[in-house]
């Protein structure tokens, strides 16, 4: 079975401060692939980081980090320096290799609020 | 990047009426269409997948007949809510996918449905 969990359902921080949303994801597939996604209040998703399970390099992108451990089954995002503008759902997302028809499972998403 | 637009962006229906959805890939061919629903503080839980000229492939629970979904061409799918209800209201949000080889999906803005 397949399966993404983002335990945190809610996160309320100081703008400014660092925050690590947790994912964690259960595959039988070793090729798929992970991702992240915003989701402001307007719903529209925004498309963040894409990783493929063979690299595991951690990877940054301005104040957004992400840290993906095969070993752990763990791809957790780092915001740096937290903006109110940061608010928002956040979704990890796993989608398996194509076999003609793939699926992407969504995990519960987090909340959250970031504070001036 | 690709660019995929939903309409209307928000419909407010009496119960009984049916309501039709419009996904459009902008530029790019969507080979694979797929449409999510999202309820108030939920995750995406995916509804059907299709591939245009062929019929969608239905989730699990989910009611074909209910849902409809015609994707008659390489840019273009339809969600028609039939005969809705009160708890069909939810926010409907469909994306779509070129690239088998990275399973990368990009998403609509999403359509905000009211049944009264």
């Known amino acids: 079975a397949q399966k993404v969990t983002q335990a945190q359902t809610e996160i309320s921080v100081v703008e400014k401060e660092d925050v690590t949303l947790d994912c964690v994801y259960e595959t039988r597939d070793t090729t798929y692939y992970l991702f992240w996604y915003k989701q402001p209040p307007s719903g529209e998703l925004v498309f963040l980081i894409r990783?493929?399970?063979?690299?595991?390099q951690n990877e940054i992108s301005g104040r957004y980090s992400w840290n993906f451990q095969k070993s752990t089954s763990s791809f957790n995002f780092t915001i740096t320096a937290s903006q109110v503008v940061d608010s928002a759902v956040y979704f990890c997302a796993l989608t398996p290799p194509n076999t003609g028809g793939f699926k992407t499972i969504f995990g519960a998403g987090t909340r959250l609020f970031v504070k001036a | 990047g690709a660019v995929v637009s939903q309409h209307p962006s928000w419909v407010i229906c009496k119960s009984g009426t049916s309501v039709k959805i419009e996904c459009r890939s902008l530029d790019f061919q969507a080979t694979t269409m797929f449409w999510y629903r999202q309820f108030p503080k939920q995750s995406l839980m995916l509804m059907a997948t299709?591939?245009?000229?062929?019929?969608?492939?239905?989730e699990q629970g989910v009611e074909k007949d209910k849902f409809l979904i015609n994707h008659a061409s390489l840019t273009l799918s339809t969600l028609t809510v039939t005969s809705a209800h009160p708890e069909d209201s939810s926010f409907y949000i469909c994306?779509?996918?070129?690239?088998?080889?990275?399973?990368?999906?990009?998403f609509g803005p999403g359509t905000r449905l009211t049944v009264l």
């Open positions: 990783r493929n399970s063979f690299d595991e």
């Open positions: 994306s779509a996918s070129a690239d088998s080889q990275y399973n990368e999906q990009f």
């Open positions: 299709s591939n245009e000229g062929s019929k969608a492939t239905y």
